[in-house]
Each structure stands twice: as structure tokens, then as C-alpha cells.
Nanobody
Framework: QVQLVESGGGLAQPGGSLRLSCVAS????????MGWYRQAPGKQREFVAH???????TYVDSVKGRFTISRDNAKNTVYLQMNSLKPDDTTVYYC?????????WGQGTQVTVSS
């Protein structure tokens, strides 16, 4: 069973940056498209970005030009570089595969954008 551990969240000012990391416990990660998602309290989890096995990327419109997803298969890690952060980006961020079946969801990492 693959375990996902997200980290890198925290408090950032509007316009600031954070880099999220997600480490998978097994190398089966390398053969999967991977994604980042976010979920605010009382709302459905929403797609943020995904990256294919060959490095192709897709983003939700609200983060295009600000966020960059990347992966390091040797480290079983996927990253989300978040620049020009906005208060609306405040929520918990999760990583998982970009398509079903999903791995078990991790705890996520809280991102708070506030002055």
C-alpha cells in the first residue's frame, strides 16, 4: 500500500511563495501520472495540477502562470512550486495520482496566505 506524505505548507504573505513536497513510500509512483489537489472545509476536493510520467503538465485556470508542478522519480517525490500566492489559495493541499484508482489520501499540508 502506497503512503503519501505531504509537507512544505505554512503561512505566506500575499505575493509570496511556498514549495510543497509529496513523498510516496513506494517506487510504483514513477509509473503514474501524479496530481495536486486542494480542499477547503465544507467543499469538495478540487484539482490543482497534474504531471504525466514524461513531464507534461496541466493546471486549473486559477493557478496557471503561478504554480509549477514537477517530479523526481528517483526520490519518489512530486513538488508544487507556488508563487504569487493569493488569499484564495488558502486551504489544505494533497497529492495523489492524477487518475483513479487513487492511493490512500495523506494528511495534506495546510497553506495559509495572509498578511
Amino acid at each position: 500500500q502506497v503512503q503519501l506524505v505531504e509537507s512544505g505548507g505554512g503561512l505566506a504573505q500575499p505575493g509570496g511563495s511556498l514549495r510543497l513536497s509529496c513523498v510516496a513510500s513506494r517506487s510504483s509512483f514513477s509509473g503514474r501520472w501524479m496530481g495536486w489537489y486542494r480542499q477547503a472545509p465544507g467543499k469538495q476536493r478540487e484539482f490543482v495540477a497534474h504531471i504525466t510520467t514524461s513531464g507534461g503538465t496541466t493546471y486549473v485556470d486559477s493557478v496557471k502562470g503561478r504554480f509549477t508542478i514537477s517530479r523526481d522519480n528517483a526520490k519518489n517525490t512530486v513538488y508544487l512550486q507556488m508563487n504569487s500566492l493569493k488569499p484564495d489559495d488558502t486551504t489544505v493541499y494533497y497529492c495523489n495520482t492524477a487518475h483513479m484508482p487513487f492511493f490512500p489520501w495523506g494528511q495534506g499540508t495546510q497553506v495559509t496566505v495572509s498578511s
